[in-house]
């Protein structure tokens, strides 16, 4: 079974820290982004064949579903994904000029004999969120022509070196994945969007600075989140008797492959594929029956038969890392590279809002309601006074 499933083979570890999801929201500028912010339901999932599993989450009551991943507390995401448009659909008819008078009346569906003309459609289209589509392609133009001026490009290695930062920061690829897919989206649709933050990114770095007791405050406040745990790295074959157990330690005894027992004897459905093969876990990851067997054994080494709730395990360790403390030192470059996106996170706000507000930009789906606001009805107490004039 895979350290990273529960009940189901799709858990992913969480180790008690709090959870995020990719969503949409809106900044201060009326800029639609996608923002990781914090999730608080699961992707549904459906189990379609049983697991046995020997993780115990922290925290957990053993459902089916998987949590969404980590908060790394390496960066600040929560500008860190491009503008999103809301629908393709949406976008098409957007970027078109209004129906022509002689289009508009086309009929796009009926029912029952009348017509859903294509001005309805628009009309809906635009109600339904017109105005913060056409602001997110806005500000992207916006962005896209000081850029220009910047001489600011966006390679294909910018926006995979923007990805793998953003899978680190998810505290790795599988809960990554998790993310995108309790959005529905894929890493494609994702790779799409992300040349707007890349391009505000080189915009602004050179107008940031990161002090060397910036990053020693930065260590000091978060020196446990750089600490690494012992691990090790284990395969097993979980069967339901001792019986079976002890008849495969013989097996193995006689020297037997242990990769080949697990593929064709291991009830875990999540870990037999791969030979039993479970990859790196702490010791907090597994349940403890497990883990204490388990960390005691050097590489190379084979359990007995170890029994938990699941039933028996015989485990055999493949690899094994030492806890390890990291120097300041050791993760300079790092920390400045977070507080350099939380810096200009910071920054992208303000700029957004000055670029803007120099810029001459016309918008007739928001227009037509300041000049309205601007001009509002005479008051009653002006028209009593223009009676009494009278």
Avoid: C
Avoid at 293 to 314: C, M, N, P
Wanted: net charge negative; glycine share 4%.
């Amino acid at each position: 079974m895979d350290k990273k499933d529960l009940n189901g083979n799709e858990n992913l570890e969480n180790n008690g820290t709090p959870e995020e999801e990719l969503n949409t929201t809106e900044n201060t500028n009326e800029v639609n982004e996608v923002e990781v912010v914090a999730a608080e339901e699961p992707v549904n999932t459906t189990k379609e064949e049983e697991s046995v599993p020997v993780m115990n989450k922290v925290g957990s009551n053993n459902n089916t579903t998987p949590p969404a991943p980590p908060v790394s507390p390496k960066g600040n995401k929560g500008w860190m994904i491009a503008s999103v448009v809301l629908a393709a659909a949406l976008i098409i008819v957007l970027i078109k000029p209004p129906f022509q008078k002689d289009d508009s009346s086309t009929a796009v569906a009926s029912v029952n004999g009348t017509n859903i003309t294509k001005e309805q459609l628009y009309d809906k289209l635009i109600e339904a969120g017109g105005e913060s589509t056409l602001q997110a392609m806005i500000t992207t133009e916006l962005v896209d022509q000081e850029a220009k001026k910047a001489n600011v490009t966006v390679t294909d290695e910018d926006i995979n070196a923007e990805l793998e930062d953003l899978k680190a920061q998810f505290g790795g690829e599988a809960a990554f994945n998790a993310a995108l897919q309790q959005s529905s989206m894929t890493v494609d649709d994702l790779k799409k969007q992300m040349p707007l933050q890349v391009k505000l990114r080189k915009i602004l770095e050179p107008q940031v600075t990161v002090t060397d007791q910036e990053i020693k405050d930065y260590y000091e406040a978060n020196k446990a989140t750089f600490n690494e745990e012992e691990q090790v790295r284990a395969s097993h074959i979980l069967v339901e008797t001792k019986e079976e157990a002890d008849a495969i330690l013989k097996q193995l005894k006689d020297g037997a492959d242990f990769a080949e027992l697990a593929k064709e004897k291991s009830s875990d459905t999540g870990s037999k594929a791969n030979g039993g093969d479970l990859d790196f876990f702490k010791r907090g990851d597994m349940v403890a029956e497990f883990s204490d067997v388990a960390f005691k054994l050097k590489v190379g080494e084979t359990s007995g038969a170890v029994k938990s709730d699941y039933g028996y395990h015989i485990i055999k360790v493949t690899d094994h890392k030492d806890a390890k403390n990291y120097t300041m030192e050791e993760k300079k470059d790092e920390i400045k590279k977070t507080l350099v996106s939380q810096k200009v996170s910071t920054l992208s706000t303000t700029w957004l809002s000055d670029t803007t507000a120099k810029a001459k930009i016309t918008n007739s789906l928001t227009d037509a309601k300041k000049e309205a606001t601007a001009s509002p009805e005479p008051s009653a107490s002006a028209e009593a006074g223009t009676e009494s004039a009278k």
